[in-house]
Every structure is written in structure tokens, then in C-alpha cells.
């Protein structure tokens, strides 16, 4: 099974503010010259997407939903409230990465987009990852939410390419090194 991280994150390294907001991402179409930074490319390559509650209850808050026929596995330690309009797609799961991966594989899914602060961060302690694509916004917030917290050991990256935007965001892509624990 591979899993994939693809998240933005502020040059001081938070993908959102305390309260979860996201205001300082380039809100993309004309300001950007409608570039997708390779997000088009990268969700036709999942399967699925892995998201924690928070991640779920902020795209839930975007004018239309942003993940299509894909389905989304929302990990939360309580029950979530689904929308008719996307039962069919989303599913609630309350289990650690490592059994979130195993059923997702016995069920056929081959490619996952692991995404979430708390969820990330889970898969990686677990060394459940296997590439990260970050992009980083030239904006400092200050404080936030952090991409990464403390691991139980180290996570050695292999850098693969890096490509800068003309609106000053650097997307780097690393795969994780298995023999990194």
C-alpha cells in the first residue's frame, strides 16, 4: 500500500491557524494564473483519502465538496455527522494507521492521500508514509497548527525534485526512507 501526504504549509511550517483557518493559502484562479501546483495529476493517482475529523469538518465548510467520487475515510474517536449528499462516498473509521492501512489494502485500495495534521503525524510515527509532497506558501502565520510533531525516531527523507512557482511557492517532493527507524 502506498500513502502520500500532499499538504501546503506556511514558510514557519503550519498548514493552519490555531482556530483551523486557512485565509493564507492562495485561494488559486486568476491570483494564480489558475495553477494547480500538480494537485490534478496527484488526487487522479489515490484511491482514497485518509483525513482526520478536523480536516473533514473544514472541507465540509468549502462551497462544494472537493474530493469527487473519492472515496474519503474520516478517522475520528467519535462519531461524525455525514451529509446525504456524500454518504456514498465518505465512511467513518475509528482505528490506529496501522489497521486504517491493513483494512484499506484488504478492501483493494492501493494508493491513499493521508491527510491532517494529527493524521499525518500518526502515519508517520508509525512509518506508515512513503512520500511527502509540501509545498511551501512565502508567508510566516507565527504560530498554528504544525505539519509535524515529535516522532519516536527519526524520519530519513529522500529529496526527488523541488519546483518553484511564480507566485513564490516551493513544492518539494520527498519519499521516506524505510529503514529510517
Known amino acids: 500500500m ?21 485565509d493564507w493559502l492562495p485561494s488559486g484562479g486568476d491570483t494564480d494564473g489558475g495553477e494547480d501546483y500538480g494537485y490534478q495529476e496527484f488526487i487522479d493517482s489515490v484511491d482514497a483519502l485518509v483525513m482526520g475529523r478536523n480536516t473533514y469538518e473544514l472541507a ?3 462551497d462544494s465538496w472537493p474530493y469527487g467520487e473519492k472515496p474519503v475515510f474520516v478517522l475520528s474517536s467519535r462519531k461524525i455527522d455525514i451529509p446525504d449528499e456524500i454518504a456514498k462516498t465518505v465512511e467513518y473509521m475509528c482505528a490506529p494507521p496501522s489497521e486504517v ?3 484499506l489494502s484488504e478492501r483493494g485500495f492501493q494508493h491513499l492521500y493521508i491527510d491532517g495534521g494529527k493524521t499525518i503525524q500518526g502515519f508517520l510515527s508509525e512509518g506508515l508514509i512513503q512520500q511527502l509532497i509540501i509545498t511551501k506558501v512565502p508567508i510566516l502565520i507565527g504560530s498554528g497548527i504544525p505539519l509535524f510533531g515529535s516522532l519516536p525516531h527519526d524520519v530519513r527523507l529522500h529529496h526527488l525534485e523541488t519546483r518553484q512557482f511564480e507566485n513564490g511557492l516551493v513544492q518539494s517532493q520527498y519519499n521516506v526512507i524505510e529503514d529510517a527507524a
Do not use: E, H, P, W
Not at 502506498?2 to 486557512?22: C, E, L, P, Q, W
Open 60 to 62: 465540509l465548510s468549502f
Open 2 to 22: 502506498k500513502t502520500t501526504v500532499y499538504i501546503a504549509t506556511s514558510v514557519d511550517g503550519f498548514i493552519a491557524r490555531n482556530n483551523g483557518g486557512i
Open 101 to 103: 492501512v491493513y483494512r
